[in-house]
Each structure stands twice: as C-alpha cells, then as structure tokens.
C-alpha cells in the first residue's frame, strides 16, 4: 500500500523534491497545490510556478488557489483522505483549521538547522551572516512559523566562498535525496519528535531590495563579501560608478590590503576595493542594463584609474 500525498510548493527548488516522491515506491501524490499563475518577463505573461509546469508534465493533478485554507478546500481535501501533507516553500501561511485536518501529518520541509533561520530567506540569511554550517529540516507544522517539532536533520558546512544560489541548489538535492526515507521513518513510528530550543531561534526575514546596496565605508570586507554571495540567489547585491548602478559578484576577501573606502586598485584579472577593514577582490561586475563583464571590460569601459571610486548613490 502507498502512502496518499498531497505536496504544497510553488519555486524550483521544491521540483526535484516532488520528482522524488512521484519516483518513490511508497507513495503516491494525488494532488499538488500551488500558487498561481504569476505575471513574469518583460511581457509580464501570466506564468505557471515550477512546481505545477513539472506536475502536469507528470499528470499529476494540480489547483492554485490564492487563499488555501477556505471551507471549500478544506472540505475538499478532507474528502481525499490523504496520508501526509508536505509543504516545500509553498508561500501562503497555512491556518489551523486546515492543519487540524490531518493533525501532526503537515511535514515541511525547511532549508535551515531549526530553530535558526525560521521564515521567509533561510538560506540568504545563513550565507549573509556568514554562518560555517546549515542543512534541511522536517518538522511538523503548526500555526506558528517554523515552530514545530523536527523529524529529520541533514547539515553541511558552507563554503567559504560559495553563493546562496549554490547553496540552494545543494539543499535542494539533500531534500530530494532524503525526503522518501524520512517522511516513511515518521509515518511508521520510528522517529521521536525533537521539540525546538526557543532560546536559539532566529528569524530569516524576506529579502529586501534596499539589502543589496554595498557600503564600503561601514564593513569589512569579510562582512560585505558575505553580503554579495548571500544575494546572489535575488536581487543581487550592487554599488555605483559616476551615478551609474553597477551589479556586484565573484568576489574574495583580501585582509592584507588597506585602502580608502571606495577606493579602486587596479590587479591583473581583478581589482581590489577598500572597506572599512581589509580590501574585496572583484573579479566580474554587471552594469545596470547591461550584460556581465570581466574586470578588463569594464576598466576599459568605463574608464577606471587608481583615482576611481565606488560610492553608495
């Protein structure tokens, strides 16, 4: 007999998480919720999520309801008689009466070590406060965000210069390698619940914009550097050149090197910029409006001497 699945995500890196239970012996999912369909693209077309593209590609069935838990969704997944909930990024908050639906059997899947890093940007947040180590997580809802008692654990050290996007994709294939071995321990008893320690929880608020700005003025390079990688996942982090916004990455800490903030250092294949300790090594850039540069292409087009600067405006 097959475990009855009902999956709830919405982004890319819950597809290859879905793509395991639909392959797994176990169980099977019988329906998919999602978000709906987005504007997306210069042309801003109505567009699917990953998640409900990848399920109909895979007959799965699919609804994307801007609000999940109304009385007509709940009563109709109470009529299917699902085994197990899992929840991978859906983006809604789910309410009680709904959780109440299949008590301690809403499983989500979360991209940090609970209970560091609840909410919205796990994996941007560890990157950005430079944390050595993170993982994925499976806890059992409850109302309260990333609150309930975990079931599985799965941690990896963090590269020292490795990006939120690469990070992301990491976890994503830990949470597609384990979720069919974790999810059938918890359903056949043989895990305990570990309740999380309150005192060590902090909170991973959504991405804004603004976060991207880089101030050299007011961090070392080891905390901007941190910063750029971090935001490599959206919206990326940027500085400007002579008023101009200019997209920041591949970067690299240099500590022996003291310049003025903002001030530019010419080396072969890359440049060096001053912080407020240490310099950051800048081997491409991205102008606004433009395509991605090498150091040589954008010394030569934009004109940078060792008088250049960045600045914050």
């Known amino acids: 007999m097959k475990y009855k699945v009902l999956f709830m995500g919405t982004p890319e890196f819950g597809v290859p998480t879905l793509k395991a239970l639909l392959d797994s012996s176990e169980f099977d999912v019988e329906l998919v919720i999602t978000q709906p369909d987005r504007p997306s693209g210069r042309k801003m077309k109505l567009t699917p999520s990953p998640i409900k593209s990848f399920a109909l590609e ?12 109304t009385p007509e969704i709940i009563e109709s997944i109470k009529k299917r008689n699902f085994d ?14 709904l959780l109440d639906v299949l008590p301690n059997k ?6 940090s070590l609970l209970p560091r ?3 919205a940007a796990p994996i941007q947040r560890a990157v950005m406060s430079g944390d050595l180590e993170t993982g994925v997580s499976l806890q059992i809802m409850e109302l309260s965000l990333d609150t309930g008692p975990v079931i599985f654990e799965e941690k990896v050290l963090i590269g020292e210069n490795e990006n939120s996007l690469e990070l992301a994709n990491r976890l994503s294939d830990i949470s597609a390698r384990t979720i069919s071995k974790a999810l059938l321990a918890y359903l056949k008893n043989e895990v305990t619940p570990k309740p999380q320690d309150e005192s ?7 991405i804004q914009k603004s976060e991207g700005l880089i101030n050299w003025s007011e ?3 080891q905390e901007i550097h941190n910063q750029i ?7 990326g982090a940027f500085t400007y050149y002579n008023e101009k916004r200019v997209k920041v990455s591949d970067t690299f800490v240099s500590e022996a090197e003291q310049l003025a ?7 072969d294949g890359f440049i060096l910029v001053g912080c407020k300790k240490g310099a950051l090594g800048i081997r491409s850039f991205q102008p606004q409006n433009s395509k991605a540069l090498s150091v040589g292409d954008f010394i030569n087009g934009y004109g940078l001497t060792e008088k250049s600067c960045f600045s914050e405006a």
Do not use: C, M
């Open 58 to 69: 895979n007959g799965v069935e699919v609804i994307s309801p801007e609000k999940v838990s």
């Open 229 to 235: 990688r971090g935001l490599k996942w959206g919206p």
């Open 84 to 97: 197990v909930v899992v929840v991978l990024a859906f983006g809604q908050l789910l309410k009680q009466d």
């Open 261 to 267: 903030s903002g001030k530019i250092k010419r080396e």
């Open 106 to 111: 809403f499983i989500n899947i979360h991209a």
């Open 117 to 119: 890093w609840r909410g």
């Open 200 to 206: 060590k929880a902090t909170y991973a608020k959504k």
């Open 219 to 221: 961090f070392s390079a």
